[in-house]
């Protein structure tokens, strides 16, 4: 370890200069769920040339670390140098308040046109995290616009684009952030990637992000000197080391270290630490490589003194993972890392020193009592600065569109973990089996699972994770008489578990208890307000309850979040007529006609009959003619068809489609037979 000074807090005194003549493009490319040592310049092991090549120009750092081993609170760190509490994201799932400022915010200001693609579904831009970007691409599918994933290629392909329109039109400057999902479980590399032994498909991932990211060095073109990279990950995979078999629980090295090159020849030369760089220290160098103002009042450094082999004393990194807490309600692990020793904070604390013991398996704490308390005491230190709580509490436009639609509740706050909460390394028979159950549920064996959710239940009855996820299940089953206790249970322990919410908030609607779905429904859209699905949620409950006029105001504000999506303006159009406001359904019809071109539209038929009841005969007719069999409304199409041509004096055509209507409703021959312009058509 180098300790040669302290550095002093806030930027260094570098970020005061001024910038480059000409700022060079800055390229960041973050590689979720993957280990150093699946890289080949960190271990040898695994064939990354492209990403070799890139840690070869630039400075590496092979063992840096991430705050916690989740990707958006992980992700939120990187790009806002803040740690996890001070930016309220602590798992996946949160929001990002707006008023963050991000590294993406800062270089929009000073002229780059930014752009982002992400690969995996905890980087939606519902999380916040699209904040400073001109174009933010969370379209993880365009057949599928429900894929939680894409895969590295398609990322490539749509970033490229993204670059081609932007230096056509000369725009100056550009900030690409690029997020490869790919290692992530279940690992299933793309063909001629695999390999063999228990790693041989984790590795294989991370070969196929490789080439991909030599696609995309290739596309983009630009040459030495221009480029400001940094590559990085969110955090690690346990590959079972610890008993852990991916991420997110437990704080070792396994998960929580991470590799860092930042690269920018000519500039920058190309080099090598051990030290422990933090990822939260990431936008602060940018910036100050950069010569641009920091960002106000954060936690991390820039690394660009060290990098440039001045006086450097590496700051403590903090680590935590509140996942054993929020999901198990047992206790929350934090963690202190100075030098080569790590504290991990629990019931039953740990202390490491990680030149001499890399895997964590001699707890030294027993015979380091003092060192441990120093170490304490700076990890309580760095916990004593407030913590942000959920960033949509001072959203004041959800807050004024919840009243709008009759939420008055307050905000619920789930309390910490008390003194007893058991160490999770304690609870490791019960986790597993937890994880057993949940692969159960995946492979739809209802019944197994139920019973291994029941066996932890019977020691821990107030166990969240075993509670939502078997209350969804049984609701997902229509056992709905079953489900619904077990998910009040975890709502009330938990407030802010978004999912266990959603879980009963859908029960409870498929049970006919309105009031209630309504309640938490609400509730969602404060706590996920950029959640497109909790506003069509609540939109279809305010339908079913009678209102639908907060139903179209709920729809409105769902396609606000996404407007292409040509299924929300399909329940939007209905809501419309619902309200008695035909010529706004008719419209919303039409725009998801338009979207999902006139072949797909699953409502031509009704579309048709909205226009014929608007005095549209001419612009009816050929919706209904489109009405298919498979659609809801066809048989009506086909009758309303078939008056239309008699009225026109077109008898084989109304005959036509008189037939059409009675082939799929029979029992309206008696309803044709009552019509004049139709009685003659019968046989």
């Known amino acids: 370890m180098i300790a040669l000074a302290v550095l002093p807090m806030g930027p260094s005194p570098s970020s005061a200069t001024e910038p480059p003549v000409t700022p060079p493009n800055v390229l960041l490319i973050t590689v979720d769920t993957l280990r150093p040592d699946a890289l080949g310049w960190v271990a040898g092991r695994n064939a990354t040339p492209v990403i070799d090549r890139l840690a070869a120009s630039g400075f590496r750092f092979p063992a840096a670390v991430t705050p916690l081993p989740l990707t958006q609170p992980a992700h939120a760190s990187l790009l806002t140098g803040l740690l996890p509490r001070r930016h309220g994201v602590r798992s996946n799932g949160f929001l990002l308040a707006p008023d963050i400022p991000t590294l993406g915010h800062r270089l929009r200001q000073h002229g780059y ?169 990431v936008a602060p160098t940018v910036l100050d490589l950069l010569r641009l103002p920091a960002l106000d009042d954060v936690d991390g450094f820039s690394l ?17 993972s509140q996942r054993p807490w929020l999901s198990y309600g047992w206790a929350p692990l934090r963690a202190l890392r100075r030098g080569p020793w790590k504290l991990i904070a629990a019931p039953l604390p740990e202390l490491y020193h990680l030149e001499d013991d890399p895997s964590e398996s001699n707890n030294l704490l027993p015979g380091k009592r003092r060192l441990a308390g120093d170490l304490a005491s700076a990890l309580t230190a760095i916990e004593s600065r407030a913590a942000r709580s959920a960033a949509s509490l001072d959203d004041p ?66 166990n969240p994770f075993a509670l939502g996820r078997s209350g969804a299940a049984l609701a997902g089953s229509g056992r709905l008489t079953e489900a619904l206790p077990r998910l009040r249970r975890v709502v009330t322990l938990r407030p802010e578990d978004h999912e266990a919410r959603f879980a009963l908030a859908t029960a409870a609607t498929q049970k006919g208890r309105l009031d209630e779905a ?139 489609a008189l037939t059409a209507a009675l082939t799929a409703r029979p029992e309206w021959r008696a309803r044709a037979a009552a019509e004049p312009l139709l009685q003659s058509l019968l046989p």
């Open 397 to 462: 436009e959800t807050l004024a569109r919840l009243r709008s639609l009759g939420y008055t509740g307050g905000v619920s706050t789930a309390e910490g973990p008390p003194p007893e909460a058991v160490d999770p390394k304690l609870r490791l028979d019960q986790w597993h089996l937890l994880g057993e159950a949940q692969a159960l549920l995946d492979a739809g064996n209802l019944d197994e699972a139920l019973q291994r959710f029941d066996r932890v239940l019977k020691e821990d009855g107030d």
């Open 304 to 320: 660009r003194p060290m990098m440039e082999g001045k006086a450097w004393l590496t700051p403590d990194a903090y680590m935590e």
């Open 113 to 281: 046109t930014t752009g982002a693609f992400v690969g995996g579904y905890p980087l939606a831009a519902e999380g916040g995290l699209d904040g400073g970007f001109d174009h933010y691409d969370d379209r993880f599918s365009e057949a599928q616009p429900q894929a939680l994933e894409r895969r590295a290629a398609d990322s490539v392909a749509a970033a490229l684009r993204w670059h081609r329109e932007i230096s056509e039109s000369n725009a100056g400057p550009w900030f690409l952030w690029i997020h490869f999902y790919d290692p992530h479980d279940p690992y299933e590399p793309p063909a001629g990637f695999g390999g063999s032994g228990p790693r041989g498909a984790y590795d294989g991932e991370v070969r196929a992000v490789d080439a991909a990211i030599g696609r995309l060095l290739a596309g983009l073109g630009t040459p030495d000197g221009q480029l400001l990279t940094v590559f990085t990950a969110d955090h690690g995979e346990s590959l079972g080391e610890h008993g852990e078999s991916t991420h997110g629980f437990f704080i070792y090295e396994s998960t929580m270290a991470v590799p860092l090159v930042i690269s920018w020849p000519g500039h920058l030369a190309p080099g090598e630490s051990r030290e422990a760089a933090r990822l939260w220290d």
């Open 518 to 656: 309504l309640e938490h429904w609400l509730e969602l859209t404060r706590q996920q307000p950029r959640r497109l699905e909790v506003w069509t949620q609540l939109a279809s409950t305010l339908g079913l309850s009678g209102s639908p006029e907060k139903a179209v105001e709920a729809f409105q504000r769902a396609l606000e979040l996404d407007d292409r999506r040509p299924d929300v303006m399909i329940k939007l159009a209905f809501a419309h007529h619902a309200a008695r406001q035909p010529q706004e359904a008719i419209e919303r019809l039409l725009q998801a006609a338009r979207l999902s071109g006139p072949q797909a539209f699953p409502h031509a038929g009704a579309l048709g009959i909205l226009m014929l009841r608007a005095g549209r005969g001419d612009d009816a007719v050929p919706w209904l003619q489109r009405s298919r069999p498979t659609e809801g409304d066809y048989g009506e199409a086909q009758f309303q068809l078939a008056r239309w041509w008699a009225s026109q004096g077109d008898p084989q055509a109304a005959e036509k």
